[in-house]
Protein backbone atom coordinates (compact mmCIF):
# COMPACT_ATOMS: atom_id res chain seq x y z
CA UNK A 1 0.00 0.00 0.00
CA UNK A 2 1.51 3.17 -1.35
CA UNK A 3 1.23 6.14 1.66
CA UNK A 4 1.91 9.72 -0.01
CA UNK A 5 1.56 12.70 2.26
CA UNK A 6 -1.93 14.19 3.09
CA UNK A 7 -4.26 15.37 5.57
CA UNK A 8 -7.88 14.74 6.59
CA UNK A 9 -10.47 17.12 5.53
CA UNK A 10 -11.74 19.53 8.12
CA UNK A 11 -15.00 18.82 6.92
CA UNK A 12 -15.62 15.39 6.21
CA UNK A 13 -12.39 13.78 7.37
CA UNK A 14 -11.26 12.20 4.12
CA UNK A 15 -7.96 11.50 3.99
CA UNK A 16 -6.67 13.98 1.02
CA UNK A 17 -3.38 13.05 -0.59
CA UNK A 18 -0.95 15.46 -1.94
CA UNK A 19 1.36 14.65 -3.94
CA UNK A 20 5.31 16.23 -3.60
CA UNK A 21 4.44 18.19 -6.85
CA UNK A 22 1.36 20.27 -5.41
CA UNK A 23 3.32 20.58 -2.19
CA UNK A 24 5.90 22.20 -3.77
CA UNK A 25 3.58 24.14 -5.90
CA UNK A 26 2.00 25.50 -2.77
CA UNK A 27 5.55 26.69 -1.31
CA UNK A 28 6.29 28.00 -4.39
CA UNK A 29 2.92 30.06 -4.92
CA UNK A 30 2.19 28.68 -8.00
CA UNK A 31 -0.65 27.02 -6.00
CA UNK A 32 -2.82 28.41 -3.76
CA UNK A 33 -6.32 25.63 -3.26
CA UNK A 34 -6.86 22.04 -2.70
CA UNK A 35 -9.77 19.87 -2.79
CA UNK A 36 -11.23 17.12 -0.96
CA UNK A 37 -11.99 14.03 -3.49
CA UNK A 38 -15.38 13.04 -1.17
CA UNK A 39 -16.92 16.35 -0.42
CA UNK A 40 -15.28 18.66 -2.79
CA UNK A 41 -14.31 21.00 -0.18
CA UNK A 42 -11.88 23.93 -1.21
CA UNK A 43 -9.14 24.17 1.05
CA UNK A 44 -6.77 27.49 0.04
CA UNK A 45 -3.52 28.13 1.47
CA UNK A 46 -3.07 31.65 2.28
CA UNK A 47 -0.55 32.23 5.14
CA UNK A 48 -1.27 36.10 5.22
CA UNK A 49 -5.20 35.31 5.75
CA UNK A 50 -5.60 33.64 8.63
CA UNK A 51 -4.13 31.71 11.24
CA UNK A 52 -6.60 28.77 11.16
CA UNK A 53 -4.79 29.13 7.11
CA UNK A 54 -1.49 29.34 8.81
CA UNK A 55 -1.48 26.31 10.59
CA UNK A 56 -2.88 24.03 7.67
CA UNK A 57 0.20 25.50 6.26
CA UNK A 58 2.28 24.71 8.89
CA UNK A 59 0.84 21.12 8.69
CA UNK A 60 1.37 20.72 4.86
CA UNK A 61 5.32 21.83 5.60
CA UNK A 62 5.50 18.82 7.94
CA UNK A 63 3.79 16.51 5.27
CA UNK A 64 6.95 17.81 2.77
CA UNK A 65 9.63 17.23 5.52
CA UNK A 66 8.47 13.71 6.31
CA UNK A 67 7.36 13.70 1.91
CA UNK A 68 11.39 14.27 1.42
CA UNK A 69 12.63 11.78 4.18
CA UNK A 70 10.54 9.22 2.28
CA UNK A 71 12.15 9.95 -1.12
CA UNK A 72 15.87 10.10 0.48
CA UNK A 73 15.48 6.45 2.45
CA UNK A 74 13.64 5.27 -0.53
CA UNK A 75 16.79 6.66 -2.75
CA UNK A 76 19.14 4.82 -0.40
CA UNK A 77 17.31 1.70 -0.52
CA UNK A 78 17.65 1.62 -4.28
CA UNK A 79 21.23 1.77 -4.20
ZN1 LIG B 1 -14.00 16.48 2.49
Known sequence: MQQNGGFPCPECGEMISVSRELLLGFLSGSQDSIYCSRCGLKLTINPEN??????????????????QQNVEQAQKGHF
Request: hydrophobic share 30%.
Open 50 to 67: SQEALEQYRQLDEVIQKS
